[in-house]
């Protein structure tokens, strides 16, 4: 549906978390009046309704993607369906009837579990600033083929972590965030493929006491990443106490991650 260009400049004021989901009751509103552009009055009347009506809107959890399977150059890796088994494993959890019971007064967005998913380190969607942040992640491997020396690797390379003074290409790995764009400008071979998968962070947020991300160690398939998200969800039921968000609840009871889960049983 065509919108105007007032109606498209006042979206863009919607705080970014909930903005896909007012464009779609914003449109529907305009559906609804026979009209076939959606107008500033439309945004009004359905900005008036979300706020009157937030808990009918709040679904207990909210999963955000960037837009690398839409054909984005950076895209590191490609996880197909990751997003739908995320969807289904936190539909499972039914977030909204628990944080009914946890909350004390109507539900909010701020209540929502967030889970963010990016293909590559430039983080579109914010993933470091979700209670699960997901981002896909290539990691470099010099293999024994001949380098050229063509410096394609360097001068590609944003985080200045590969380089070539011996003769053949060295990764820095404290450096490097395996965005693997070196790995697809090597003409060699060179520089190949080496582990893919998704990193994982949890516990960033937002509001009056922003918190970034905490990143565990390693790069994690997709059914170990499940496992984790799992571990994740598991911790944040047990503790949440008054629909905190995870990082809150993190803080206060100085725990630091499902790679500890191991450790605290043994």
């Known amino acids: 549906m065509k919108w105007t260009q007032e109606a498209k400049d006042g979206l863009s004021r919607v705080p970014f978390f909930v903005r896909k989901r007012v464009k779609a009751r914003v449109e ?11 107008t500033l009055r439309h945004l009004h009347t359905c900005r008036k309704r979300f706020l009157n009506r937030m808990e009918e809107e709040v679904r207990g959890f909210q999963i955000d993607s960037c837009f690398g399977r839409e054909g984005c150059p950076n895209r590191a890796v490609d996880i197909e369906g990751l997003a739908l088994r995320l969807e289904e494993k936190l539909a499972n959890r039914d977030l909204k009837a628990f944080l009914k019971e946890r909350v004390d007064g109507p539900l909010k967005m701020h209540h929502e579990f967030r889970v963010s998913i990016s293909d590559c380190p430039n ?134 991650g499902p790679e500890n889960i191991n450790k605290e049983k043994a």
């Open 28 to 38: 529907e509103e305009a559906a609804r009046s026979g009209s076939n552009q959606v």
């Open 123 to 256: 983080a579109c969607s914010r993933p470091q600033i979700a209670d699960i942040g997901i981002m896909g992640a290539s990691r470099p491997r010099v293999s024994e083929e001949d380098c050229t020396l063509c410096g394609a690797c360097v001068e590609v390379c944003r985080e200045e972590a590969i380089s070539t003074e011996h003769g053949y290409p060295v990764v820095d790995e404290a450096l490097c965030l395996s965005c693997g764009q070196c790995i697809s400008v090597c003409p060699t071979g060179t520089i190949s493929q080496g582990k893919t998968g998704c990193r994982i962070m949890i516990g960033g947020k937002l509001g009056r006491h922003p918190r970034l991300a905490l990143e565990l160690p390693g790069i994690l398939e997709p059914n170990d990443l499940i496992m984790m998200v799992d571990n994740c969800l598991d911790y944040y039921q047990n503790e949440c106490m008054k629909g905190e968000r995870l990082g809150e609840i993190m803080e206060r009871t100085g725990w630091k």
